[in-house]
């Protein structure tokens, strides 16, 4: 481990991934840093991606990093109904169900490859910070203390980050806008293969979902994410969990648990600051109706290390310099994805189970040429004047 | 103080990106509270998933 490099990235989940090999690709020298003892795991994700997004990343997809392809998908009410969205109808909304232990590990590997210096269970401890610019990190590594210098520092430390805190940037996420999840990884399960579930409703899963993600054979994510205000004593997520999973998979074998938290929070009010650009999760850009984080992590990774090159190449790194990211990601598909859907999430928090069961009733025979979460609101909206009213607010979101 | 309960965390994190104070981290898996910087809030103990952290009275 040197003592100074062009770029430093704390952090070795997708964002940071993508961000060290997008800047060493730019010829930057570049460090990553990552706590724990391997990359990958343990896994904190029901490992959903939609297949036109990974494809934005890679011509090939590696066999090992699928666990299954996803071709349809149920949406459950309160009241039993469902919606069903057929391979016909998924169109643009076919997907996978990854296996990230593999996946990002390979792309750290990726990066490697591209030239990045990997550390793992090398911690960031504090930043450095001159003239309120950020210079780099103290780094606790094999015992000892260190300072790791960089023209520029990514934060990619996900969504527990204090990298930015360190650096004097709250990133605290409110209590009722964190989505506190549980999760088993469950065999021997009756579920049908390439097709993901998801409920809704105050009982099963108040102000969030649960769902159920095949991973093969009998064998699936089984999860869910409520609301941090909806979280007390005997009513955890692990709680809801253990219920539905008694009345549904009795005889069903959990072959780990895992526990977490998505941010359904709008991002921090700016992304950048000298010297420093923060990405993916801990910029809080997971997606806040369906806690979707990897693309977002992915996509704003490989533009930091684009934008951090350019910059370097300039030898400004200054926030002025760096808002190029900001503005860039903001204005992006995703950026506006990510406004659009946090107006949408507010008022659907709010809906009451006869609420849910009336609109999920309105859609239930409904065929749509082509499906996309976007196109399934649209309609939501459309067959629901009166009680998504709300919504015409965000009618500018539909045209 | 803030008692983690330590053979039911399994160090997700969730709990420090709500802790209005940053008074937790997880250090080499291990989650820990930094009480003098804690201001007793309780937002992390409603947060956490698997119920792993506990308001206790003592100081
Ligand atoms: C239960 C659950 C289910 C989810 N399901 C999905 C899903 O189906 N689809 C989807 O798209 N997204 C899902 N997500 C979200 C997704 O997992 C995240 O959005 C994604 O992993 C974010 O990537 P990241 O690189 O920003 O952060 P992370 O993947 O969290 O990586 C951050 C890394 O930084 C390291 N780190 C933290 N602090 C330090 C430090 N001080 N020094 C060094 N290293 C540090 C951490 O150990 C970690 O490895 C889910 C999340 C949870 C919790
Ligand atoms: S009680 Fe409040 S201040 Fe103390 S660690 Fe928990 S969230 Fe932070
Ligand atoms: S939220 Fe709970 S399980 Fe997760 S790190 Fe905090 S105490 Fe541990």
């Known amino acids: ?399 | 103080m803030i008692k983690v309960r330590r053979e039911v965390c399994c160090y997700c994190g969730a709990c420090i990106s709500v802790c209005p104070e940053g008074a937790l981290e997880l250090i080499d898996a291990y989650l820990s509270v930094e009480n003098e910087t804690c201001k007793m809030c309780n937002i992390c103990v409603r947060v956490c998933p698997l119920g792993a952290l506990e308001a206790s009275d003592e100081e």
């Open chain 1, 1 to 399: 481990m040197k003592s100074e490099y062009d770029v430093l990235i704390v952090g070795g989940g997708p964002g940071g991934a993508l961000a060290a090999k997008a800047a060493s690709e730019n010829g930057l020298s570049v460090c990553i840093i990552e706590k724990r003892p391997a990359i990958g795991a343990p896994v904190r994700c029901a490992e959903g991606i939609g297949e036109d997004l990974i494809s934005e990343f890679f011509d090939e997809l590696d066999p090992k990093w699928i666990s299954t392809k996803i071709e349809g998908a149920k949406l459950i009410s309160p009241d039993n109904s469902c919606f069903y969205l057929s391979p016909e109808m998924a169109g643009n909304e076919v997907g996978y169900v990854l296996d990230r232990k593999f996946f990002d590990r390979d792309l750290i590997w990726q990066a490697v490859e591209a030239g990045a210096e990997c550390y793992v269970k090398a911690r960031a401890v504090d930043a450095i910070v001159e003239n309120g610019a950020i210079k780099g990190a103290i780094v606790e590594y094999a015992g000892e203390t260190r300072e790791i210098r960089a023209s520029i520092t990514i934060a990619a430390d996900g969504v527990e980050s204090k990298f930015s805190r360190y650096c004097g940037i709250d990133t605290t996420v409110p209590l009722r806008e964190l989505e506190t999840c549980a999760q088993y990884l469950m065999t021997d399960i009756d579920i049908e293969e390439g097709i993901t579930v998801f409920y809704v409703g105050r009982e099963v899963a108040p102000e969030g979902y649960l769902w159920i993600f095949p991973k093969g054979k009998r064998t699936a994510n089984v999860g869910i994410g409520i609301s941090g205000t909806q979280s007390k004593n005997g009513h955890r997520a692990k709680d809801y969990l253990d219920k539905y999973i008694k009345e549904h998979f009795p005889e069903g074998k959990t072959i780990e648990l895992i526990a977490g938290g998505v941010s359904a929070c709008e991002p921090l009010e700016c992304t950048v600051a000298d010297g420093l650009i923060i990405v993916g999760d801990a910029a809080r850009v997971s997606d806040p109706i369906t806690g979707g984080g990897i693309y977002n992590a992915m996509y704003t990774g490989r533009l930091a290390g684009q934008i951090a090159s350019k910059c370097i190449k300039s030898g400004d790194f200054s926030k002025d310099k760096l808002m190029e990211y900001d503005k860039t990601w903001r204005s992006s598909k995703m950026g506006k994805a990510l406004e659009r859907n946090y107006q949408i999430k507010e008022v659907f928090v709010k809906l009451n189970d006869k609420q849910l069961n009336s609109i999920l009733n309105s859609v239930s025979n409904l065929v749509m040429k082509e499906f996309s979460t976007l196109t399934l609101i649209r309609e939501i909206v459309k067959l629901n004047p009166k009680l998504l009213k709300e919504l015409t607010s965000l009618k500018k979101y539909f045209e």
